[in-house]
Nanobody
Framework: QVQLVESGGGLVQAGGSLRLSCAAS????????MAWFRQAPGKEREFVAAVSQSGGRTYYGDSVKGRFTISRDNAKNMVYLQMMNLKPEDTAIYYC??????????????WGQGTQVTVSS
């Protein structure tokens, strides 16, 4: 089992940057694929990015490709989402997720509580 805690959200102007962090508990962090999802009011949860257990494979949703970068540090039990050139449509609650198989859909077993990102125009 793993517990996830996100941080780093906030208010930023369009064109700005933020880095989200997700701290994971447990001694088997490196066995989990990690992902970021987001959910805006009235919308379904959307895949943002995923990273494999070793960090060697990464995947991105079409709306964030070229602007967001997912990474992980297995020694620190951390996963990050660097967000660049933010747009108002990136406004959402961002969730960290973990599971043993890497998935591009929201069928992850473990979720954090979320962190709010608001991008002003």
């Amino acid at each position: 089992q793993v517990q996830l805690v996100e941080s780093g959200g906030g208010l930023v102007q369009a064109g700005g940057s933020l880095r989200l962090s997700c701290a994971a508990s447990g001694r088997t962090f490196s066995s989990y694929a990690m992902a970021w999802f987001r959910q805006a009011p009235g919308k379904e949860r959307e895949f943002v990015a995923a990273v494999s257990q070793s960090g060697g494979r990464t995947y991105y949703g079409d709306s964030v490709k070229g602007r967001f970068t997912i990474s992980r540090d297995n020694a620190k039990n951390m996963v990050y989402l660097q967000m660049m050139n933010l747009k108002p449509e990136d406004t959402a609650i961002y969730y960290c997720a973990a599971d043993h198989p890497l998935r591009l859909g929201p069928q992850y077993d473990y979720w954090g509580q979320g962190t709010q990102v608001t991008v002003s125009s």
